[in-house]
């Protein structure tokens, strides 16, 4: 994967368990709030691999840890890369036997909102779980992909700047940062722009000689 394909996600997501009813055994609301960061070069996101993240349902921490008291309340972020090279989150709810889920595909520099959720009925086979509801909400935001651009602005205007998320794998925020990068101004990348500049000459002056002939 090179520096042109590369950048990452940030996922900030919110899992709430309440009431819908005063009927309900559960009488307040219960959240969990969790964090993610992932970069497309990361190496358990090869193309058509995931990673899923359980919410809620705590169950590696021990007993009586998770939301409700028999794990039936959770969530789900799975996170993969498709073969474009691009984020595709699936976003899930789960309420005893009750599922909603949702799919997303972040592509680079976007900020995307979400919100899911479950509702259980009077009837439900769960007494705990009865008129509750699950919601799943947050916001995914992709870092900076750099692009050819982003490489001609840096030669052409040194102080040129562009969000860093993204660059280096792992988000490191939203603030912008000038790039003085020496690579960047090496002989070799004005030497690349004196190239094209050449070729670009060079086929200007074939044109003008075919239309002449003509």
């Excluded at 992909?145 to 562009?162: E, Y």
Aim: charged share 20%; glycine share 8%; with cysteine.
């Amino acid at each position: 994967m090179s520096l042109f394909t590369r950048y990452s996600i940030n996922i900030d997501c919110l899992l709430s368990w309440f009431p819908v009813h005063n009927r309900a055994q559960l009488k307040d609301t219960r959240m969990r709030r969790y964090r993610f960061n992932h970069g497309n070069e990361d190496p358990d996101l090869k193309p058509f691999n995931s990673v899923t993240h359980l919410l809620g349902s705590d169950e590696a921490i021990g007993s009586d840890t998770g939301v409700d008291s028999t794990n039936s309340v959770a969530g789900f972020v799975t996170v993969e890369v498709n073969s474009g090279l691009e984020f595709e989150v699936e976003i899930e709810v789960a309420l005893g036997g009750r599922r909603r889920k949702q799919r997303l595909i972040i592509r680079p520099d976007t900020t995307v909102p979400f919100l899911i959720s479950e509702r259980a009925s009077h009837q439900e086979g769960s007494a705990e779980l009865a008129d509750t509801a699950v919601a799943l909400q947050g916001v995914i935001t992709a870092g900076h992909r750099f692009s050819l651009s982003d490489w001609f602005g840096t030669v052409f205007d040194p102080q040129r700047t562009f969000p860093t998320r993204g660059l280096a794998g792992a988000a490191t925020g939203t603030t912008k940062t000038v790039v003085q990068s020496s690579a960047l101004y090496s002989p070799w990348a004005y030497g690349a722009v004196i190239v094209v500049g050449l070729v670009v000459v060079q086929k200007g002056i074939k044109q003008l000689k075919l239309a002449r002939a003509s």
